[in-house]
C-alpha cells in the first residue's frame, strides 16, 4: 500500500554508524607479570623453599667447638609444572550481513571477540596471583569484621602497609609495589582519604578534586574489574609470576567464499605463581 | 525475545550448525533463535507459538526471517534452550506448545517415545533453568 503523510514508514532515521555502549576490556594483570616465550606443554620451575636454613636440633650455627663437626642444612626446592591453556572464541558473520549492515559488524566482532579471549586470560591470572582467594603460599591480611574500608573504623592505609611490611619481610624490594583493587575499594579508599584531609591535606585535595588515587603508600593502585569487591592484591611487579607465552593474542579471519566470515581468536599459556612470597591477597576489605 | 535460543556450539562443516533451507510463511516474521517445526507441504516451516506438540522440529533458526520466502535453520549442535520441569542430562527431549521450551521425554526412567525428539539434554536442571541440548537433526 502507498504512503502518506503521517505514516512511520516515511519519516526519515539517521544511523549512527559510531559504536557506542561499551568500554574496551584491558588487561590489567599481565603487565605486573614477566612475559616469557615457551614452546612447550608443559612448563616447569623449581621455587626454592624461602625461609632461612633451620640449624640442627643441638647442633647450632653458633658457637661450634674446637674441632667440632660443623651443623649440617640443606636447601629444598618444590619442582612445579604447569601446562600452558588455551584460550580462544570465534562466531560466525554471514557473508551478507559483512556486505550490507548498517555497521561494520565484522571489525566489531574481531575487536570484541579479541577483547573477550584478553578477559579470560586476565581473570585467570588473578585466579592464580590470588591462588583462588584462598591463600596458601602467598600471604594474607585478613581484615576483621567492622574493619572494613568501606567503614567508619578502616585503617586502609595500615593494612596497605601491613601488605607491605609482609612482603619486606621476604626481603623483595617494597619501593615499587602494584595494588590491584576492585573498583568498591578505590571508592572505599577516596573516600577515605578525603574524610582524612586534615592528616593528609595534599592528598585529602587532590581526592575530593580529582576523585583519584594514582599512588598511595608508594603503590601503584591499580583498578580492575576483575578483582572481587572484598579482596586487594599487592605485588612486586614483574617479579610475583611469569606469563608463559605459547602464542600471543592473535585473531584470524575464514573465510567460506560468498557464504560466511569466521572470526576466530585465541592465546596461549599459563601464569607461574613463581614468588608466591611477593604477594599478598588482603580479604575482607568490604563489608 | 523470551527464552531465545542461543548457540553454544555450532557443529558441521565448518561449524556453520549444518542449515537446512526451508520455505516459511512469508507472511509472518520470525525471530533468529527460534525454535522451527516442520508443517505441511513443501518444507514449509512454522515457529513454535503456541500449539506444536508433536510436530517434528526443523531447527533452530539462525537468522530474523521477515517477509521473506525461505529461511535456514541450524540443525547441529549444542544449543542453550530452557527447561519446563525437571530434566536429567542424558534425557531426550521435546518441545511444547510454550515457545522455545523444552520438557524431558522420559517419564519414570523411561523413554516414553513421544513424537518430535531433537536431541538431548547435556546436564541436569531444574524447572525454567537454562541448560544445554545437543540438537541433532
Known amino acids: ?287 | 525475545m523470551a527464552n531465545e535460543v542461543t548457540k553454544i556450539e555450532l557443529f558441521g562443516a565448518n561449524n556453520d550448525g549444518q542449515p537446512v533451507r526451508y520455505a516459511v510463511n512469508s507472511g509472518s516474521s520470525y525471530t533468529k533463535g527460534t525454535l522451527m517445526f516442520i508443517s505441511g507441504t513443501g518444507r514449509l516451516m512454522i515457529s513454535s507459538d503456541g500449539g506444536v506438540n508433536g510436530l517434528p522440529v526443523a531447527g533452530v533458526l539462525a537468522a530474523d526471517a521477515s517477509g521473506a520466502s525461505y529461511a535456514s535453520v541450524w540443525t547441529q549442535g549444542v544449543f542453550e534452550f530452557t527447561a519446563s520441569g525437571a530434566i536429567v542430562g542424558g534425557d531426550p527431549v521435546i518441545a511444547i506448545g510454550s515457545k522455545n521450551i523444552v520438557v524431558t521425554n522420559v517419564v519414570a526412567g523411561s523413554y516414553v517415545g513421544r513424537p518430535g525428539t531433537f536431541g538431548y539434554a547435556m546436564n541436569t536442571v531444574a524447572d525454567t533453568e537454562r541448560f544445554g541440548v545437543r540438537v541433532n537433526l
Not at chain 1, 105 to 128: C, H, L, P, S, W
Not at chain 1, 131 to 151: D, F, L
Not at chain 1, 223 to 244: D, E, F, Y
Request: overall charge negative; charged content about 20%; glycine content about 8%.
Open chain 1, 1 to 287: 500500500m502507498a504512503e502518506q503523510i503521517g505514516q512511520l514508514s516515511l519519516r526519515a532515521e539517521v544511523i549512527d554508524k559510531t559504536i557506542k555502549g561499551f568500554a574496551t576490556q584491558q588487561y590489567k594483570f599481565k603487565p605486573a607479570l614477566t612475559v616469557s616465550s615457551t614452546n612447550g606443554w608443559t612448563n616447569t620451575f623449581y621455587r626454592e623453599t624461602p625461609s632461612v636454613l633451620t640449624e640442627p636440633l643441638g647442633n647450632a650455627v653458633k658457637g661450634i667447638p674446637r674441632g667440632a663437626n660443623f651443623p649440617q642444612a640443606s636447601v629444598s626446592w618444590t619442582k612445579i609444572s604447569k601446562d600452558v591453556e588455551k584460550y580462544g572464541i570465534e562466531d560466525s558473520i554471514f557473508w551478507e550481513d559483512v556486505l550490507t549492515d548498517n555497521i561494520d559488524v565484522q571489525a566489531r566482532t574481531m575487536f570484541r571477540i579479541a577483547e573477550r579471549v584478553t578477559k579470560g586470560v586476565d581473570d585467570e591470572i588473578y585466579n592464580v596471583l590470588s591462588e583462588g582467594g584462598t591463600p596458601v603460599n602467598i600471604g594474607s591480611v585478613i581484615i576483621g569484621a567492622g574493619s572494613q574500608w568501606n567503614g567508619a573504623n578502616a585503617g586502609i592505609i595500615d593494612d596497605l602497609m601491613y601488605a607491605k611490611e609482609i612482603i619486606g619481610l621476604q626481603n623483595y624490594d617494597t619501593t615499587n609495589l602494584t595494588a590491584f583493587l576492585s573498583l568498591k575499594d578505590h571508592r572505599s579508599i577516596v573516600n577515605y582519604l578525603a574524610g582524612k584531609g586534615a592528616q593528609f591535606p595534599t592528598i585529602g585535595e587532590n581526592m575530593a578534586t580529582n576523585g583519584n588515587v594514582g599512588k598511595l603508600v608508594g603503590m601503584n593502585l591499580v583498578v580492575s574489574n576483575s578483582v572481587p569487591a572484598n579482596q586487594a592484591l599487592v605485588v612486586v611487579p614483574n617479579i610475583c609470576a611469569t606469563w608463559r607465552e605459547a602464542y600471543p593474542l592473535s585473531t584470524e579471519t575464514i573465510i567460506d567464499p560468498m557464504k560466511s566470515v569466521k572470526i576466530r581468536a585465541c592465546e596461549i599459556g599459563v601464569t607461574q605463581l613463581t614468588d608466591p612470597r611477593a604477594v599478598v591477597l588482603i580479604s575482607g576489605t568490604a563489608a
